[in-house]
């Protein structure tokens, strides 16, 4: 299929050429470090985002539900890009550059096809399984996302519309399959935390409230209360 259409009534490219002109007037070093965040930055920071919140989660009553999500999450984002592969060569959409003129093009040499975008792809589905976990990590996730796709445009690489189906495809493989996922990796990760090699993925097994420490004092001077009781009175809480 061909690209799209050149003519400036067509939003798409429109919007293109709006948000690649801020590369033209901007300086050179701001341009590299788009660059640099579109291609590299923000991969990173989503995975940085990811072990943070592991490490938040792992410490909560419910942590083998929120480590399976973060489990699901790379796991639906490589599953997102491997269906990504017979879409793009479908739709077969060149890149902006080779269609358009006057784009500032801020990393030459992508001769593959544009729609839909990887990158947007990838980072959104793991926002979308970091979300499942944890909802203020996964709502950084998603503006993290937000800003690859307008850094995938600003570089002159993919047309906003590249961005917006990654961004779906995403988003319906990591909620689509979440269900699945969630009933196959939850009990993977409740056994793990179980065992004595595994317990350092969700903090161990958990048999007390949230404040675990609170509470094993208060049953600790409750037994002592009741050692100290008539044995009378302990025969009537155990009728009870």
Do not use: Q
């Not at 500032?104 to 947007?120: M, Q, W």
């Amino acid at each position: 299929m061909a690209g799209v259409e050149s003519t400036g009534s067509n939003p798409d490219v429109s919007l293109l050429y709006e948000i690649n002109g801020f590369a033209g007037d901007a300086p050179g070093w701001f341009d590299r470090t788009m660059t640099w965040v579109g291609e590299r930055g923000i991969v990173f920071a989503m995975v940085a985002l990811l072990v943070a919140c592991w490490w938040v989660v792992r410490r909560r009553e419910d942590a083998p539900i929120a480590v399976a999500g973060l489990l699901w999450a790379p796991l639906a984002a490589g599953l997102a890009l491997l269906v990504n592969l017979p879409i793009r060569g479908f739709v077969e959409r060149p890149r902006p550059f080779v269609d358009h003129r006057g784009l500032e093009v801020l990393l030459p040499g992508k001769g593959d096809y544009s729609f839909v975008s990887d990158h947007a792809t990838l980072v959104m589905a793991l926002a979308v399984g970091i979300f499942i976990a944890h909802r203020r990590f996964g709502l950084v996730g998603i503006g993290l996302a937000f800003l690859e796709g307008f850094c995938r445009v600003y570089m002159g690489l993919h047309y906003p519309t590249d961005v917006v189906g990654g961004f779906a495809l995403g988003t319906a493989v990591t909620l689509l399959l979440a269900p699945l996922a969630m009933a196959l990796l939850t009990p993977l990760a409740r056994a793990a935390g179980n065992s004595r090699r595994g317990r350092w993925l969700t903090g161990g097994e958990r048999t007390a409230p949230v404040d675990g420490g609170s509470a094993r004092r208060a049953e600790g001077e409750a037994g002592a209360e009741g050692a100290s009781a008539p044995s009378g009175d302990r025969e009537n809480d155990l009728a009870a």
